[in-house]
């Protein structure tokens, strides 16, 4: 049985140490299962570069939970299959840095996926950007929500999969000790 936690995240500012939204999309043996999103008070000030990349702003989550109040939620998600992203190392090191800045603990590494890294092996000579990848699919995308970037995430392993990808081959870990 194959399970995947595929996560992506939206950020507040250039520091990259808070989210303002998560998305997670869960696949099991072949189907996406379950998908769950959240605004997410960062706590922090909003850069207009990121205001304007994602439409988060701090009108946008006022009222929405921050990420201790989220992790709960956020760590059963990722513990319930291989933790999977595109450009995994970014949305791993959002996670680590809140992890950080709130004083949380999990476990001191996850093995993860990583579909630009992926699709760098399998699908050489066309950009892995993941709109790229999504426009070369044929996969709906809304860019920079975290809801439709973790699907369409989802999708893009999903295909890599049907075409006989060995998805074990591509499986990294990532360090969350300091």
């Known amino acids: 049985m194959e399970h995947f936690a595929v996560f992506d995240v939206e950020t507040p500012n250039w520091q990259n140490s808070r989210m303002s939204a998560i998305g997670v999309t869960l696949v ?3 189907i996406i299962t379950d998908e769950f999103f959240s605004l997410v008070d960062p706590e922090q000030p909003f850069d207009f570069f990121n205001t304007q990349l ?4 701090a009108r946008t989550v006022r009222g ?8 709960p939620r956020i760590r059963a998600l990722l513990e319930s299959g291989l933790v999977t992203a595109h450009n995994a190392v970014f949305d791993l090191g959002v996670l680590k840095a809140c992890l950080r800045g709130y004083g949380l603990e999990w476990k ?3 093995r993860y996926l990583c579909t630009v890294q992926m699709g760098r092996r399998l699908l050489p000579g066309i950009s892995h950007r993941l709109d790229a990848l999504c426009d070369f699919y044929g996969i709906d995308l809304q860019h920079h929500q975290a809801s ?5 995430c989802a999708e893009i392993l999903l295909r890599y999969r049907e075409s006989g990808a060995d998805l074990s081959k ?7 000790m300091k």
């Open 148 to 152: 439709s970037d973790s699907r369409a």
């Open 170 to 176: 591509f499986i990294r870990t990532y360090s969350f």
């Open 108 to 110: 001191p590494y996850t």
């Open 64 to 71: 929405a939970p921050s990420f201790p109040q989220l992790w």
């Open 28 to 30: 099991e043996d072949g």
């Open 54 to 57: 994602t439409g988060i702003s």
